[in-house]
């Protein structure tokens, strides 16, 4: 198959977002832009198309897809039942970072949500995600474009790596601004829980709705007879070819570790003003007390970090709070939870 890239320039042309459109109306498999990471995208109504896009990731069957709509509106044919408090984080954070799951209509097919009642929805804000979503005329199912287990894509380039012949287009639209999936949250449990933290923080969505559980998996390792909140908690996630390695500590200790590998095969993130320090190659995380930055990095770092083929990375352990709860989630896959103290 040969993969279509378009340009952000091209999509100016009507005539261009008209043929995305049919392309997904028409079962085809389509990468696009949004704010937290690049989706591959298809038709949410048709198993067919469905399916193709696991086929694309090489993702496993019983892990479900995202919903993406447009419209507020769009989301009743899609849910048995829309909560009050569904709606509350909707109008305070739609189209915004944030998925909700809640239970399923028919009208959801059976490879979406993979077997399960319940379905996880969300309203994109990038501007070319609407226009897309718009242009389709359908809800569009999408994980991130990555091969499965691999960092997220938040550049074209990055799906380009993965995606190439695999699937029909992939769609341009710059650097992803939050640089990490959305927060998912179900109501579908007794109450709501937090089961993937994003761009939207815990404190903002209990700020919205009262009480809100963080899942154990969020910071935990999986047990082995524990059964997941959520099926994506037992797979491999975001680890690239490197060994990663968190270092909790003082900059001194995490130098002298560092000096201790081979500088050639072993990398490190750390934060601005750091970088002196060591004799590896490193990477800047940002400034230390900006999660929202460290989200943007990561999975960039991440696949850069790969592409010069290092083989360790030791990543200087960032903040947990507000968003970098997002990055300590995804940097505890990534290192296989794989956390020392120097
Ligand atoms: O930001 C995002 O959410 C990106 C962009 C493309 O929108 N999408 C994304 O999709 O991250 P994916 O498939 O990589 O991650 C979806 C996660 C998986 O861990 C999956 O198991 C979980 O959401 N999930 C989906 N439907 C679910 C459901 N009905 N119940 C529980 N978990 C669900
Ligand atoms: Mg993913």
New binding site residues.
């Given amino acids: 198959m040969i993969t279509e890239f378009i340009k952000t320039e091209d999509l100016s042309r009507e005539e261009t977002l008209v043929r995305i459109g049919e392309t997904l109306r028409n079962d085809g498999i389509v990468a ?1 832009p ?8 298809a038709n949410a109504l048709s198993d067919e198309a469905v399916k193709k896009i696991f086929t694309a990731k090489g ?1 496993p069957q019983d ?4 919903v ?1 709509i447009g419209e507020l509106d769009e989301l009743y044919p899609l849910v048995s039942e829309v909560p009050e408090k569904a709606l509350m984080l909707a109008q305070k954070f739609w189209p915004g ?1 944030l ?1 909700i ?1 809640l239970k ?1 209509s028919d009208a959801v097919c059976e490879s ?3 077997g ?1 009642d ?3 929805v ?1 309203m ?1 804000s990038h501007p070319v ?1 609407r226009a897309i979503i718009k242009a389709s005329g359908v809800p569009l199912a ?5 091969v499965s287990g691999k960092p ?1 894509p938040t550049t074209a380039e990055h799906v380009l790596h993965d995606m190439n012949g695999r699937i029909d287009m992939i769609v341009d639209g710059g650097e992803s601004a ?1 640089g ?3 927060t ?1 949250i ?1 109501l ?1 449990t007794e109450k709501p829980r937090l ?2 933290p ?2 939207i923080t815990l404190e903002q969505l209990r700020s919205v709705i009262g009480e809100v559980e963080l899942d154990n998996a969020v910071f935990n390792e999986l047990q082995k007879n524990e059964k ?6 037992k ?1 491999k ?1 975001y680890s690239p070819d490197a060994d990663v390695l968190i270092v909790r500590g003082d900059l001194s200790g995490l130098v002298k570790l560092a000096e201790s590998c081979d500088k050639d095969r072993t990398a490190v993130f750390c934060f601005d003003g750091e970088e002196a320090s060591f004799p590896n190659k490193t990477y800047s995380l940002g400034d230390r007390n900006d999660p929202v930055e460290h989200a943007h990095r990561i999975f960039d770092l991440l696949r850069k970090a790969d592409e010069e083929n290092f083989t360790k990375i030791l990543v200087h352990c960032p903040p947990k709070d507000g968003v970098g709860m997002a990055v300590m989630n995804r940097l505890l896959r990534a290192a296989a939870f794989n956390v020392i103290e120097v």
């Avoid at 892990?63 to 995202?66: K, T």
């Avoid at 999408?142 to 990555?146: D, E, G, R, T, V």
């Avoid at 997941?228 to 908690?233: D, E, I, Q, T, Y």
């Fill in positions: 696009i949004t704010e937290t990471v690049y989706g591959l995208a993702r892990n479900p897809l995202i993406h970072p998925t799951i399923k979406v949500s993979a399960l319940t379905v996880a969300r994109p995600a999408a994980p991130s474009a990555n997220s939050v990490v999936e959305s998912v179900t579908c089961l993937r994003g761009g997941p909140s959520s099926p994506g908690m797979y996630h």
